[in-house]
């Protein structure tokens, strides 16, 4: 059958909620949303299969963007699409991806790492997966209550399989960490097997509908050949065989950091939709007093607010992609045995998922605060998106943590930069800032990217040097190295935003030469902006670090304001250029039609509290003490 993917989910009836699910109860929710998942995964299978066949050309994109609207809140399949059939791909053996990568397996799976006592430092992951030769079996183990594996998406009620990271032991040897698959559940009853206890974590911030889960083994038992084998065996006399790099276990965790970058752009592209749409209805206060009221856009205060939030989606979007692009080289290098570029592709991933996740959260909630009190409403969708973008920066590597992984990398270049030995190309100007080659400051985008490359080698040496006067004091590294943690975090963050206005412009620049010179004109100006309002909220670091004056400053400040004006009649175009459907935004406030007041009744009409004129509690409760009042 051929069809067109954005219709034919569309037109998927049970797929869409004439009850908001707000009103439903947390259980309601995940029946609600499994039910939907699983329609969503059978036309999945049928695409795979080629059952049905699609007419437009961006079909697992699409379904993956209609999900947003189907789900509202999050698919519960989301980690046995996205994690566990990715890991099996990536560091399963070819034998083993051709008995678990069928498309009609029973198995639906989930990524288990994280403990309830470890999440961000795995090596402390406490679950063992012992080997017992006499068998050809692992035995996993949960030796006690932080032991417990939590979090885990799907783990709760969905999955009957998962892959589970825990300590190998073979003949009381610790190797570390290593990745195994599981069974949990009987795949016809979908009891848990015996040795297994597994359930619900309860209600979070967000993520209602993806059933995170606990789960714990008692000597539960699992073939040999279930340890995921395409980097390290173990054989089955108890031979152990290394890896060629012992971080390639961690590859899922990297993947999924480098493809977070696009979901956060989507969800940047939504809120800025949201709010500008409203913004462009919204009438509040005139500019001057014998005027009528204007909208809401017209105040530059609020389109400093919005217009930041469309060039980051722009930004993350371009950034996203070009880590795609490395991924997949650095991929195909280590397929050929070569590691030498998973080091700096690790520092980049850490960073710029820290960052895209710090940022869309805190810019989604701008959004939401630019729509007002409206903005407040479920029914406006901002608060979802608020409650599903911020958990990115926890989830996958926390925030800190994660910096500090690439504050790990800056310190390594800083060190050969100080002994003077060479360096790569990507780091030369942390020798011009050793030998003091400062470039005169220029009010430019190129200027800019000078600037935050100055910040880049002064706050690593602020760092670097805090961690060796601690050392000299008599300091362990590691001791040393958390005293000084707070100025190597702000060095990677100051690294990351170097990366984004450097690949963004440089990007845009080459993609100007490629459309017309109308839209060249509009993307440049959006590039020109972020670059601008990031070296305004760093003026205090541009101060101290590079060549900046007062008056330079005051300039930029001029042509930022310049920008916002050249970006406001397009604004509402910028906006319906991300193209996202009413059905995936799913917001009263940002429909494509302006109807907003209207839809907002619309809305309240659905609430339970208004299906009857007097509610019973009125009988039940108000009425006894206000008629008692009265007496
Ligand atoms: C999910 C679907 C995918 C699709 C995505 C699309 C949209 C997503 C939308 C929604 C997502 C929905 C759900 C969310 C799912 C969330 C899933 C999870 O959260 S899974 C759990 C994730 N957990 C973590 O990320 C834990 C973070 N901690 C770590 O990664 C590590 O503990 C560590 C901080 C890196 C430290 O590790 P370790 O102690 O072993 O390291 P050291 O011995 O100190 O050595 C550091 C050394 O190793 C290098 N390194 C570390 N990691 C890697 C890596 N991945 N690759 C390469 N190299 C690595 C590091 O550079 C150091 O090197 P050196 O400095 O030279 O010593
Ligand atoms: C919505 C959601 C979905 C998830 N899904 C999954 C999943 O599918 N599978 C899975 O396995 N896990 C999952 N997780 C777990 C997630 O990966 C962890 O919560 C995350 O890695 C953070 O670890 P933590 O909770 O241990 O935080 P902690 O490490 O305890 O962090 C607490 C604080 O300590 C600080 N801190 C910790 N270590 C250091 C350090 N070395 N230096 C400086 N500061 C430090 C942090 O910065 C933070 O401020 C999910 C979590 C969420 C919220």
Known sequence: MMIHTNNYILNIKELWDDVPEEYLSHKERYENAIKKAFIVLKVLRQLHTGNIQITDHRTPTNVYSIQDGIFRNVNPLLIHIGLFWSTIAAQASTEQQAEWLQPDSSMIGTYVQTELGHGSFIRGI?????????????????????????????????????LVMAQLYINGTCHGLHIFLAQIRDFDTHKPLPGIKVGEI?????????????????????????????NVQVLRDGTYVKPKHDKLTYGSMLLTRVTLISDLAYQLSKAATI????????????????????????????????????ASSHVYRVVGLWMWNSHKRVTADIHEGNMGQLPELHALACCLKAISSRDASALVEQCRLACGGHG?????????IYAYTTAAVTYEGEYTVLLLQTARYLVKFWRLAAEHKPLPQNFAYFEDYIKKNFEQWRNSPEGIIEGFKAIVAGKTKAA????????????????AWNMASVQLTNASEAYARSLLCEVFWKETVQLSTKVSKSLAIVLEQLAELYLMYWALEKHGDLLLYSTISRNDIEALQSRYEELLALIRPNAVGLVDAFDIRDEVLCSTLGAYDGRVYERMMEEASKSPLNE????????????????????
């Open 464 to 479: 670097y040097d805090t961690l060796q006067c601690n050392l000299r004091n008599g300091r362990e590294f590691e001791e």
């Open 275 to 310: 709010a500008v749409r409203y913004s462009a209805v919204r009438r509040q206060s005139p500019i001057k007093s014998n005027e009528p009221e204007r909208q809401i856009l017209d105040f530059v205060s609020q389109q400093h607010k919005l217009f930041i939030t469309i």
């Open 202 to 230: 309860g209600p979070k911030m967000g993520f209602n509908t993806a059933d995170n889960g606990f789960l714990g083994f008692d000597n539960h038992r699992i073939p040999r050949t279930n340890m995921l084998m395409k």
């Open 126 to 162: 406490e679950t063992t997966a012992t080997y017992d030769s006499t068998t050809d079996e692992f035995i996993l183990h949960t030796p006690r209550l932080s032991a417990y594996k939590w979090w885990p998406g799907g783990l709760g009620n969905t999955a009957n399989a998962c």
């Open 612 to 631: 009857d004129v007097v509610n019973e509690s009125f009988h039940k409760y108000i009425r006894p003490v206000t008629m008692k009042n009265k007496l």
């Open 376 to 384: 407040y409403m479920m029914a406006s969708n901002l608060p979802q």
